[in-house]
Nanobody
Framework: QVQLVESGGGLMQAGGALRLSCTAS????????????MGWFRQAPGKEREFVAA???????????YYADSVKGRFTISRDNAKNTVYLQMDSLKPEDTAVYYC????????????????????WGQGTQVTVSS
């Protein structure tokens, strides 16, 4: 079982920046944090949870990244495997970025494909609120 805890949400004016963090603990015995794909999702009031970004890991770079079109060029996902932590740097924030942001991880191993739908993820954090004012 993997436990995920997000932090870093808050209130920001449009055009500002926030960095979210998600720290993992309790991963399956013998399995390194670095082997998990890590993703960020968000859910705005009255809307379905949607994919934001995901990062895999491989041995020759810091991880392949994948972004929703709505955040591409503004958000950056990264990971620090030594700290069991994944980050979401959010720049040029817009009011439409307002949502509860969730960190998530799938149970399975992935190679050559980065999961980006909610039903592909098994472990979820409790969420952190991000509010962007206009």
């Amino acid at each position: 079982q993997v436990q995920l805890v997000e932090s870093g949400g808050g209130l920001m004016q449009a055009g500002g920046a926030l960095r979210l963090s998600c720290t993992a603990s309790g991963r399956a015995s013998g399995r390194a944090f670095s082997s998990y794909v890590m993703g960020w999702f968000r859910q705005a009031p009255g809307k379905e949870r949607e994919f934001v970004a995901a990062i895999s890991w491989n041995s020759w770079n810091s991880g392949n990244t994948y972004y929703a079109d709505s955040v591409k060029g503004r958000f950056t996902i990264s990971r620090d495997n030594a700290k069991n932590t994944v980050y979401l740097q959010m720049d040029s924030l817009k009011p439409e970025d307002t949502a509860v942001y969730y960190c998530a991880a799938p149970r399975g191993y992935y190679s050559g494909y980065t999961p980006h739908s909610t039903d592909e993820y098994d472990y979820w954090g409790q969420g952190t609120q991000v509010t962007v004012s206009s």
